[in-house]
């Protein structure tokens, strides 16, 4: 008798450490509660939506990485694993693993134009490790722009995070409004630099002493990232 086909069929060829779209949708989403993101823009709720829309895509980064291949290296070129990764943008290509990932929140926010914009720079990345300038022609002749990866939601609020962590005092100068700021009180005691070359003669100037917007608050997880498509963090 046959073996209903479901146990017959051979299981996802994901390795262990890689992590379904909807697990990624899931941390995603949870990330941007955490920073007190509005969720309701990209309907990140709708998981059936999104994890056809995901496959999909990967769907057309095989495809695409296929016909650049055949187009430009003569099919010499041994296909990635293109997987989707939990950067807050842009995307990495792990030489070691011959692998691909590219932003799970940045492919939701800003679509289809920057989920390929990423795969043509990590597809370069195969060919040229560093960001040389043969990099940026082989990105531009496989049809890539080299412009840097899109601001997501979530860059924004892990930078906003970084920097009140970091720099958290905030002050405004009285006279342009200019807005500033410092890791200590200590700034409460300048001046805006600006101001006192323009209207003091470079001296300073109590006229232009900095005003705190608002007390720090104290924040117990730290995190910056870049916005640069590859990285593979080397
Ligand atoms: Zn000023
Ligand atoms: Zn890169």
Same mark, same amino acid.
Request: a positive charge.
């Given at each position: 008798?046959?073996?209903? !086909? ?8 994901? !390795?262990?450490?890689? !992590?379904? /779209? ?5 941390? $995603? ?18 998981? =059936?939506?999104?994890? #056809? ?19 430009? #290296?003569?099919?010499? +070129?041994?296909?990635?694993?293109? &997987? $989707?990764?939990? %950067? ?13 990932? &590219?932003? +799970? ?9 920057? #989920? ?9 990345? &195969? ?8 990099? $940026? ?16 939601? +979530? ?6 995070? =970084? ?8 002050? %405004? ?5 200019? /807005?500033? %700021? $410092?890791?200590? !009180? ?5 001046? @805006?630099?600006? @101001? ?13 002493? =900095?005003?705190? &917007? ?21």
């Amino acid at each position: 008798m046959q073996a209903p !086909r479901k146990q017959v069929k051979k299981k996802s060829r994901r !390795r262990v450490d890689e !992590r379904s /779209e909807i697990d990624l949708l899931h941390s $995603y989403r949870s990330a941007l509660q955490k920073y007190g993101c509005d969720l309701t823009e990209h309907d990140v709720d709708n998981e =059936f939506y999104w994890y #056809f829309r995901l496959s999909e895509l990967l769907a057309l980064a095989k495809k695409t990485f296929l016909e650049i291949n055949a187009r430009h #290296f003569s099919g010499l +070129l041994i296909e990635p694993r293109i &997987i $989707y990764c939990n %950067r807050a943008t842009g995307g990495y290509y792990n030489k070691a693993r011959h692998t691909i990932g &590219i932003s +799970l929140a940045m492919t939701v926010e800003h679509g289809e134009p920057e #989920f390929m914009e990423t795969l043509l720079h990590e597809i370069a990345h &195969i060919v040229v490790q560093s960001h040389s300038p043969r990099f $940026y022609t082989v990105l531009r002749n496989i049809g890539g722009s080299g412009k840097k990866a899109a601001l997501t939601t +979530l860059l924004k609020a892990k930078r906003e995070r =970084f920097l009140t962590e970091h720099y958290p005092v905030q002050v %405004r100068c009285p006279n342009c409004k200019h /807005e500033y %700021r $410092y890791r200590t !009180r200590r700034a409460l005691r300048y001046a @805006c630099r600006p @101001c006192c070359e323009k209207f003091a003669k470079g001296k300073f100037d109590p006229r232009f002493k =900095f005003v705190e &917007i608002k007390p720090s608050l104290p924040m117990e997880e730290s995190g910056s990232e870049d916005s640069s498509r590859s990285g593979n963090q080397s």
